[in-house]
């Protein structure tokens, strides 16, 4: 007699199986394969994205070079809302930088010591020597963003601040220090966004601080101090620039074109573009004037 056939079975290889089973491995292999050309997409996309920085990078080599012979120094602040981009940019920065000739400096707590010194001391000591770069990971304006929100400086040391803080840098530009200030600033929704990775990705959940998990709540606060900030302490001889950070690629990309547009050195590649995506980088009066309309329109920064 001729053998029934299973209408649940089949027959693969000379074995017989479930034709459920198979049907489902079908689809794990289907979605395996999707799976693996997204990730393909965007490594190449990521390989692309670096191949594009590296030869700006080499100009900030040229930068190097110029500071070491000129005996200059440069000191450059990385400002912002959590999760805007600046530890990213640093990176992209520092990444092919002769390591003895900069510095990051990413300053934790005040001891009880240092909240008894005098406000500048912590920094002024990791300034950096002749021919040497040194990156602020956050500076002194904590004072002014951080501190000033969470009430973790009297309202003393805030306007004692204020009235200081564009002394105290014209002084630093007067005597040949080469200051670059930059903010980052990251759309409210993006930076809920990237929280969101932070709690979900193992290898991101560090970052997390207190602090991160009240900046959404305090986000018209972080507006506000940023407006003043921006107001008082954005001068000629200290300027902002701020950099909008939500594509992270092209913040880093720019950022680094400022860097290099703020140091008289002879380029290694004359050909490259150095000029900045009107749409990435911002002067800090012209945020200003834009957060003005904001208010006008809105009642209120949004910024």
């Not at 200290?238 to 380029?267: F, G, M």
């Amino acid at each position: 007699m001729e053998q029934e056939l299973n209408p649940e079975q089949i027959l693969v290889d000379g074995k017989t199986r479930k034709l459920q089973d198979y049907v489902q491995e079908h689809e794990q292999l289907v979605d395996e394969n999707a799976r693996l050309k997204t990730e393909s997409k965007r490594a190449v996309k990521r390989f692309r994205r670096e191949e594009e920085l590296k030869p700006f990078q080499a100009e900030l080599l040229k930068v190097q070079q110029y500071l070491e012979e000129s005996q200059r120094r440069m000191i450059i602040l990385f400002e912002g809302r959590d999760a805007a981009g600046k530890g990213g940019t640093i990176r992209r920065v520092t990444r092919y930088m002769n390591e003895k000739h900069y510095r990051v400096v990413a300053l934790g707590k005040p001891t009880e010591e240092q909240k008894t010194q005098w406000y500048y001391q912590k920094y002024v000591s990791q300034f950096p020597r002749a021919g040497e770069i040194v990156l602020f990971d956050r500076s002194w304006y904590n004072r002014s963003m951080v501190e000033r929100v969470f009430s973790y400086c009297t309202e003393k040391e805030y306007y004692d601040f204020m009235r200081g803080v564009v002394g105290f840098e014209r002084d630093l530009v007067r005597q040949d220090t080469i200051l670059v200030k930059l903010y980052f600033s990251v759309t409210k929704e993006e930076q809920a966004r990237r929280f969101e990775r932070r709690k979900t990705d193992p290898l991101r959940q560090w970052k997390l601080s207190e602090v991160d998990l009240q900046a959404q709540d305090r986000w018209d606060d972080f507006t506000n101090v940023k407006y003043e900030m921006l107001k008082r302490t954005h001068t000629i001889d200290a300027p902002w620039t701020v950099v909008r950070s939500n594509d992270k690629h092209q913040a880093r990309l720019n950022a680094i074109k400022v860097i290099l547009n703020a140091v008289p050195c002879k380029r290694h590649d004359t050909s490259l573009d150095f000029a900045l995506d009107e749409n990435i980088i911002v002067s800090g009066s012209r945020e200003l004037e834009m957060m003005e309309v904001e208010r006008v329109r809105g009642g209120k920064f949004t910024t």
